[in-house]
């Protein structure tokens, strides 16, 4: 995933440059900027690859 999300609706005065986080490996991931905690939803595939 990578933050800050599009759903997010962050305004130019609050948004941060694009991080990509790995969800993948433990099931969340938290953004360094903003604080933002990503968690995969149960019972979603994660990505190819992982």
Known sequence: VFCP??????QLWNNHPKVYLDVARTGQ???PYC?????LQAGAPAPAGH
Do not use: E, L, N
């Open 35 to 39: 604080g933002t905690v990503y968690r």
């Open 5 to 10: 999300s599009p759903r997010a609706d962050m």
């Open 29 to 31: 991931a938290k953004c």
